[in-house]
């Protein structure tokens, strides 16, 4: 009879989970404080301090943190090993600064202000330098700051944090004053296990994943997808948490090798689900482990030291980018945007508490401010937006958008593909305000009679500024791709403007199926199906009959188009494809090796 008492507590308990997520993240979207925030806060009234309504939450913690791996390996699907070596100065530099100077300082803070011994103040302090990652990294993909130069900053910091969860552990073995755990390797042992777990899964990527993956696609099947991607994530977890390494990390790496793939975005399109539950189901266990009777016996004490972890991280952090030659907004902006503690905080504070440097009850008191200072990210981050839309969004002295005149048509990004755009539109005498964020470009375009305006086109309280609310027109010309959840936003925002958007591909395209957009222009569509045309007439193909091939192209390449977006498989349609053997027409049109890619543009 316990099985089905158990099985019925595990539905109940789901079903509280899920109701809570829904109440409070749809109530805290609505009020503008983010999904993060309602996930804690809706686990705190459901946890153990409050309602009560679900037990355990240490185990659904255990569980959900397996959404930070799938978070990672996202991540590392859109890293290419070349973009990780150019990210490698700050990295191994502004990350390795930051962790150091954070976490000494924090260190003092404890030894100086409470009193803890030098030992338990660098086993809470340490961990304290590290920020979250699951907070983080989502606000940065859904505002598609990811890719811009800020927001790769940022992520570095969070990489090195990561990797530095091995030394941290080893630095808490080191000062343990407990027993010596026979099932735990030693500290330097870790560090090897580290190198050849990373070595190990890049081999297995190259010589397992790819060729599986490859073999999948052949099979068009797209359930086999998706276990192959959830196969992916938790294989390369469990590895690592074998080694009592960071399952994030392994999860990471394995992303990092699968980046090249041409499977990436099924891949990516296929976990993202998972990663979101997950990732909702962590944050809901933060919320029920918040020990609110630690923070109602100390409330002053807990409030401090977490004001004081956020004011020292966000100095020290807004100062070590001043060092590496970030000014103004953005430098405030980054210490802002980690100036909280992290989860990997829960794991290292148990450690600490395991080897008895600090006492469970100091432990469960640290985890608490932990959570606190988690819990303000996002009125810091509406602070700093705030603070940026009554700053002037000049560049290197370039003005911003708000001394831009009143205007029919705003033209975001103003590169290869933005002038062309812009151009033709000042023809008709149409008033134009351009934005790009490149002081080059700007300087480049100032020479030839063109004014550009400073500043991030995607930003809503830019758009405002630079008269959104008023403009026809929206034309998104940029290199740097907009997110589904961004662009949307925009369309709520200004409901009258006819919105067009440079997209990359036809996965982008699919990213965007949906949204009340005027146009999605592919940026190489247009000109390759031109180059095409004056090939097939260069090598003997009438001009008729190479207009005739357009136009049979154009349609069925638009009927795959919509295939594709109803069904989210790239590989739907592909008999109407053309390639050996499927010519149209006679078999002129159709050349030896001119078999088509599935995944193009």
């Known amino acids: 009879m316990g099985e089905p008492v158990a099985a019925s507590n595990l539905l109940l308990s789901g079903a509280v989970m899920l109701g809570a997520a829904l109440l409070f993240v749809t109530l805290f979207r609505k009020l ?16 153990p301090y409050v309602l009560g309504l679900v037990g355990d939450p240490q185990s659904i913690m255990q569980v959900s943190e397996i959404g930070i791996a799938f978070l990672l390996f996202l991540v590392g699907l859109e890293l290419h090993p070349s973009r990780l070596w150019r990210l490698r100065r700050d990295i191994f530099g502004f990350g390795l600064a930051q962790v150091v100077c954070c976490g000494l300082a924090l260190s003092a803070l404890l030894h100086l202000a409470i009193g803890f011994s030098i030992e338990a103040s660098l086993a809470l302090g340490l961990p304290l330098a590290l920020s979250s990652t699951a907070q983080v990294l989502p606000m940065l993909r859904s505002s598609g700051q990811l890719n811009d130069p800020d927001g790769e900053r940022a992520f570095s910091i969070l990489l090195f944090q990561d990797l530095s969860i091995v030394p941290l552990i080893t630095i ?55 276990v192959a991607g959830l196969f992916t994530v938790i294989a390369s977890a469990a590895l690592m948490h074998s080694l009592h390494l960071s399952v994030a990390l392994g999860a990471f790496v394995a992303g990092v090798v699968l980046a090249e793939s041409p499977y ?55 100062g070590i980018a001043f060092m590496f030659g970030i000014r103004g907004v953005r430098a405030i902006w980054l210490g802002l945007l980690l100036s909280q ?20 009850e100091t432990a469960s008191l640290m985890s608490a401010v932990v959570t606190l200072s988690m819990v303000t990210t996002p009125f810091l981050m509406k602070l700093i937006d705030w603070t940026k839309a009554r700053m002037p969004a000049g560049g290197a002295g370039h003005d911003g958008p708000e001394f831009s005149p009143e205007t ?89 403007a006819k ?22 222009q592919r940026e190489l569509f247009e000109s390759a199906v031109s180059m095409a045309r004056q090939a097939l007439v260069s090598l003997g193909v009438s001009e008729r009959e190479a207009l005739r091939v357009e136009a049979e192209y154009r349609a069925r390449d638009s009927e795959r188009l919509q295939r594709q977006s109803e069904t ?32 193009a543009h």
Request: aromatic share 8%.
């Open 172 to 226: 808490i073995a080191a000062m343990s004053r407990a027993p010596a755990d026979p099932g735990a390797p030693p500290g330097g042992m870790l560090v090897l296990y580290t190198i050849a777990a990373v070595a190990g899964l890049v081999i297995a990527g190259r010589f397992l994943l790819n060729p599986m993956f490859r073999l999948i696609g052949r099979l068009s099947e797209r359930e086999l997808f998706v």
């Open 264 to 318: 990436r975005h099924e891949l990516e399109s296929d976990v993202e689900p998972f990663r979101s539950i997950l990732l909702g189901l962590f944050f809901l266990s933060v919320g029920m482990l918040l020990d609110l009777p630690a923070i109602a016996a100390k409330p002053l004490l807990v409030g401090g030291l977490a004001l004081g972890i956020i004011a020292v991280k966000a100095l020290l952090i807004a």
């Open 341 to 360: 503690a992290g989860e990997f905080g829960f794991v290292l504070f148990g450690q600490a508490a395991a080897a008895r440097l600090v006492v469970p």
């Open 499 to 520: 919105v067009m958007v440079r997209v990359y591909d036809r996965r982008q395209m699919m990213a965007l199926d949906g949204l009340d957009v005027a146009l999605m």
């Open 408 to 496: 029919n048509a705003i033209v975001v990004g103003y590169g290869r593909f933005g002038q062309t755009v812009g151009q033709m539109l000042m023809a008709k005498k149409i008033p134009v305000t351009i934005i790009d964020q490149s002081s080059a470009q700007i300087e480049i375009s100032q020479e030839f009679g063109t004014t550009v305006y400073y500043g991030d086109g995607t930003r809503l309280d830019l758009l405002r500024t630079a008269g959104a609310e008023t403009a026809e027109g929206i034309f998104f010309c940029q290199d740097a791709p907009l997110e589904r959840e961004q662009l949307k936003a925009i369309l709520e925002a200004f409901p009258q």
């Open 32 to 47: 503008g404080l983010g999904a993060t925030l309602g996930y804690i806060v809706g686990g705190a009234v459901i946890g």
């Open 568 to 599: 989210g498989d790239l590989r739907a349609a592909m008999d109407r494809m053309f390639g050996v053997g499927r010519p149209i027409g006679d078999a002129e049109t159709a050349k030896p090796g001119a078999a088509n890619n599935p995944l």
